[in-house]
């Protein structure tokens, strides 16, 4: 599960963040960093990822730029919402 969110990640930030589909975005690529992700592409990612792995809602705290810093990370924060939603 968490490889195809981090797949789902790196899709959406390079076809609809960057608009680039060749950009190379690696599971630990810092995504503020690098400046392929700014706050709007980060309120963009997080509807995303609501629709795409059925999340009704982020935590407030949950948006910090430790958890939407790389790929990894957001499967990560997505893994502790899909296993909330199974308790």
């Known amino acids: ?3 195809e969110i981090i797949a789902a990640v790196k899709s959406f930030v390079s076809a609809k963040v960057v608009y680039n589909e060749t950009v190379k975005i690696e599971d630990n690529t810092e995504l503020w ?7 709007m592409g980060v309120i963009r990612l997080i509807s995303h990822m609501q629709e795409v792995f059925e999340i009704e809602e982020f935590d407030y705290n949950d948006i910090t ?3 939407f810093n790389t790929p990894n990370s957001i499967a990560d924060l997505v893994l502790k919402y899909k296993t909330q939603i199974k308790q």
């Open 65 to 67: 730029l430790d958890n």
């Open 1 to 3: 599960m968490k490889n």
């Open 33 to 39: 960093k690098t400046g392929l992700i700014d706050s």
